[in-house]
């Protein structure tokens, strides 16, 4: 098993364009969620999904868009970048339909100038 | 909503001191979990807490979760190089749907 993915690695934007950031998991899990991470902070949900066809909205998701249209991909889109959506990315998903154990993929560093 | 603070956000120990991270909610918790996260990595599952006043051991490391399921503790005995990393508690809301995490205690281990 591949366990969480999540690609890019590395992403610069400029401000104003959009791009998908993509996730995918392997194990069959239910749950699926995406944090930012700021120097610093904890990470904070930015939005989830308790299973396929299912999202709802976390702490912080303005300026961002996900769809869950498969068991395995969560992808999470930045609709006009900003620079204060500089940060860490990580995609995490969790084998119920709750936020249980969460398993965390690699992260994506995302800059935006 | 749901607040989880995390004390302290850094801590500087000699290896073989002990070192201990407090977690506090402003909300009753229906379960407590904690995370590590070494330097460029990505936060990784080490426990979760169901139970009121729960204890849990994982060789030096020893979790609580407090009575009234607001607080909870990672304490670490005898810290060693490896356990070098951010330290993360994250509390599960009533509707089990949203886990809201601590802004982490940092751990730097001097040999």
């Known amino acids: 098993n591949a366990g969480v993915t999540q690609t890019p690695k590395f992403q610069v934007l400029k401000t104003g364009q959009s791009m998908t950031l993509q996730c995918a998991q392997d194990?069959?899990?239910?749950?699926m969620s995406w944090y930012r991470q700021d120097p610093g902070m904890g990470l904070r949900l930015i939005h989830y999904s308790v299973g396929a066809g299912i999202t709802d909205q976390g702490e912080v998701p303005n300026g961002y868009n996900v769809s869950r249209s498969t068991t395995e991909d969560f992808p999470l889109r930045l609709l006009s970048a900003a620079p204060s959506q500089t940060s860490v990315y990580f995609c995490a998903s969790s084998p119920r339909r709750r936020a249980g154990e969460q398993f965390f993929g690699p992260g994506t560093r995302l800059t935006v100038l | 909503g749901q607040q989880v603070m995390q004390i302290p956000q850094y801590q500087h120990v000699q290896e073989g001191e002990d070192f201990t991270t407090y977690c506090n909610s402003s909300t009753t918790l229906s379960n407590i979990q904690w995370y590590k996260q070494r330097p460029g990595g990505h936060p990784v599952f080490l426990i979760q807490l169901v139970k009121s006043g729960e204890v849990k051991k994982q060789k030096r490391l020893t979790f609580q979760f407090g009575e009234a399921k607001k607080n909870s503790s990672l304490h670490i005995t005898a810290t060693q190089t490896t356990d070098v990393g951010t330290y993360f508690c994250a509390g599960d809301n009533n509707a089990g749907n949203m886990l809201t995490f601590g802004g982490g205690t940092r751990l730097m281990v001097k040999p």
């Open positions: 194990m069959n899990h239910e749950y």
